[in-house]
Protein backbone atom coordinates (compact mmCIF):
# COMPACT_ATOMS: atom_id res chain seq x y z
CA UNK A 1 0.00 0.00 0.00
CA UNK A 2 3.09 2.04 1.00
CA UNK A 3 4.50 1.87 -2.31
CA UNK A 4 1.47 2.53 -4.24
CA UNK A 5 0.90 5.53 -2.62
CA UNK A 6 4.19 6.50 -3.15
CA UNK A 7 3.85 5.57 -7.06
CA UNK A 8 0.63 8.00 -7.14
CA UNK A 9 2.92 10.76 -5.87
CA UNK A 10 5.71 10.26 -8.10
CA UNK A 11 3.35 10.35 -11.00
CA UNK A 12 1.23 12.95 -9.54
CA UNK A 13 4.59 15.05 -9.40
CA UNK A 14 5.95 13.89 -13.11
CA UNK A 15 2.68 14.90 -14.75
CA UNK A 16 2.25 18.67 -12.81
CA UNK A 17 5.88 19.21 -14.27
CA UNK A 18 4.65 18.09 -17.75
CA UNK A 19 1.82 20.16 -17.38
CA UNK A 20 3.45 22.86 -15.95
CA UNK A 21 6.36 23.10 -18.58
CA UNK A 22 3.41 22.90 -21.11
CA UNK A 23 1.61 25.62 -19.83
CA UNK A 24 4.69 28.05 -19.53
CA UNK A 25 5.76 26.98 -23.28
CA UNK A 26 2.30 27.83 -24.10
CA UNK A 27 2.56 31.27 -22.29
CA UNK A 28 5.94 31.99 -23.75
CA UNK A 29 5.14 31.36 -27.35
CA UNK A 30 1.56 33.09 -27.57
CA UNK A 31 2.58 36.21 -28.44
CA UNK A 32 3.45 34.95 -31.81
CA UNK A 33 0.55 33.26 -32.41
CA UNK A 34 -1.50 36.64 -33.03
CA UNK A 35 0.96 37.70 -35.67
CA UNK A 36 3.66 35.75 -37.24
CA UNK A 37 1.98 32.47 -36.88
CA UNK A 38 -1.31 33.70 -38.68
CA UNK A 39 0.21 35.50 -41.78
CA UNK A 40 1.55 31.90 -42.65
CA UNK A 41 0.57 29.97 -45.76
CA UNK A 42 -0.51 26.48 -43.50
CA UNK A 43 -1.47 22.92 -44.41
CA UNK A 44 -5.39 22.40 -45.13
CA UNK A 45 -5.27 19.94 -42.32
CA UNK A 46 -4.04 22.40 -39.85
CA UNK A 47 -6.56 22.08 -37.02
CA UNK A 48 -7.93 24.90 -35.35
CA UNK A 49 -6.10 26.36 -31.84
CA UNK A 50 -8.22 24.86 -29.55
CA UNK A 51 -7.20 21.04 -30.56
CA UNK A 52 -3.94 21.36 -29.49
CA UNK A 53 -5.12 23.05 -25.98
CA UNK A 54 -6.93 19.75 -25.88
CA UNK A 55 -4.37 17.09 -27.22
CA UNK A 56 -1.23 17.80 -25.40
CA UNK A 57 -2.43 18.50 -21.90
CA UNK A 58 -3.50 14.52 -22.67
CA UNK A 59 -0.30 13.68 -24.42
CA UNK A 60 1.40 14.57 -21.42
CA UNK A 61 -0.32 12.88 -18.81
CA UNK A 62 0.46 9.86 -21.16
CA UNK A 63 3.77 10.68 -21.07
CA UNK A 64 3.78 10.91 -17.17
CA UNK A 65 2.42 7.58 -16.89
CA UNK A 66 5.43 6.11 -19.47
CA UNK A 67 8.14 8.10 -17.74
CA UNK A 68 6.71 7.63 -13.80
CA UNK A 69 6.86 3.05 -14.94
CA UNK A 70 10.58 3.59 -16.18
CA UNK A 71 11.31 5.00 -13.17
CA UNK A 72 9.78 2.48 -11.00
CA UNK A 73 10.09 -0.30 -12.86
CA UNK A 74 13.17 -0.10 -14.85
CA UNK A 75 15.51 3.02 -12.87
CA UNK A 76 18.18 0.78 -13.44
CA UNK A 77 17.47 0.79 -17.46
CA UNK A 78 19.27 4.58 -17.88
CA UNK A 79 19.23 4.64 -21.41
CA UNK A 80 15.47 4.36 -21.41
CA UNK A 81 15.46 7.41 -19.29
CA UNK A 82 17.76 8.91 -21.05
CA UNK A 83 15.88 8.60 -24.23
CA UNK A 84 12.92 9.60 -22.41
CA UNK A 85 14.09 12.88 -21.06
CA UNK A 86 16.22 13.78 -24.58
CA UNK A 87 12.85 13.55 -26.18
CA UNK A 88 11.46 15.58 -23.75
CA UNK A 89 13.85 18.36 -24.29
CA UNK A 90 14.08 18.05 -27.73
CA UNK A 91 9.89 18.47 -27.24
CA UNK A 92 10.01 21.31 -25.09
CA UNK A 93 12.88 23.12 -27.75
CA UNK A 94 10.72 22.64 -30.33
CA UNK A 95 8.23 25.24 -29.53
CA UNK A 96 10.31 27.71 -28.92
CA UNK A 97 12.84 27.29 -32.53
CA UNK A 98 9.20 27.21 -34.33
CA UNK A 99 6.67 30.02 -32.37
CA UNK A 100 9.53 32.33 -30.97
CA UNK A 101 12.54 32.16 -33.06
CA UNK A 102 10.38 31.49 -36.68
CA UNK A 103 13.20 28.94 -37.49
CA UNK A 104 10.89 26.53 -39.11
CA UNK A 105 13.31 24.94 -40.99
CA UNK A 106 15.31 23.81 -37.90
CA UNK A 107 12.14 23.14 -36.21
CA UNK A 108 11.36 20.52 -38.71
CA UNK A 109 14.92 18.96 -38.04
CA UNK A 110 14.36 18.89 -34.14
CA UNK A 111 10.89 17.27 -34.69
CA UNK A 112 12.58 14.71 -37.16
CA UNK A 113 15.53 14.31 -34.55
CA UNK A 114 12.34 14.11 -32.15
CA UNK A 115 10.86 11.27 -34.17
CA UNK A 116 13.45 8.62 -34.29
CA UNK A 117 14.27 9.40 -30.45
CA UNK A 118 11.07 8.31 -29.73
CA UNK A 119 10.81 5.87 -31.93
CA UNK A 120 14.06 4.41 -30.89
CA UNK A 121 12.57 4.33 -27.44
CA UNK A 122 9.68 2.69 -28.01
CA UNK A 123 11.27 -0.39 -30.44
CA UNK A 124 13.60 -0.53 -27.08
CA UNK A 125 10.81 -0.19 -24.53
CA UNK A 126 8.80 -3.23 -26.73
CA UNK A 127 10.70 -6.01 -25.05
CA UNK A 128 10.22 -5.12 -21.16
CA UNK A 129 7.99 -2.38 -21.04
CA UNK A 130 5.51 -3.80 -23.83
CA UNK A 131 2.01 -2.11 -22.26
CA UNK A 132 3.91 1.22 -21.20
CA UNK A 133 5.25 1.27 -24.78
CA UNK A 134 2.03 1.68 -26.56
CA UNK A 135 1.20 4.46 -24.73
CA UNK A 136 3.75 6.48 -27.11
CA UNK A 137 1.67 5.32 -30.21
CA UNK A 138 -0.90 8.35 -30.14
CA UNK A 139 2.30 10.22 -29.24
CA UNK A 140 4.34 9.62 -32.45
CA UNK A 141 1.62 9.90 -34.34
CA UNK A 142 0.83 13.03 -33.39
CA UNK A 143 4.53 14.15 -34.03
CA UNK A 144 4.20 12.69 -37.25
CA UNK A 145 1.40 14.95 -38.30
CA UNK A 146 3.44 18.18 -36.78
CA UNK A 147 6.14 17.11 -38.91
CA UNK A 148 3.59 17.07 -41.75
CA UNK A 149 2.26 20.72 -40.28
CA UNK A 150 5.75 22.07 -39.67
CA UNK A 151 7.11 20.64 -43.50
CA UNK A 152 4.55 22.40 -45.13
CA UNK A 153 5.12 25.69 -43.51
CA UNK A 154 8.49 25.76 -44.12
CA UNK A 155 8.33 24.98 -47.28
CA UNK A 156 5.27 27.20 -48.86
CA UNK A 157 6.31 30.19 -46.40
Not at 74 to 96: A, D, E, T, Y
Request: glycine share 4%.
Amino acid sequence: MRKKIQHVLLFTLIFSLFQGAGAYIGQETTPSLQNWYQSLNKAPLTPEGWVFAVVWPILYGMLALVFTDLLIKHPLRKILIFGFSLQMLLNWIWSFVFFSFHLTGLAALILSLLLATVFILFTLMRKDCFKTAWLLLPYIAWLCFAFDLNTYIYVYN
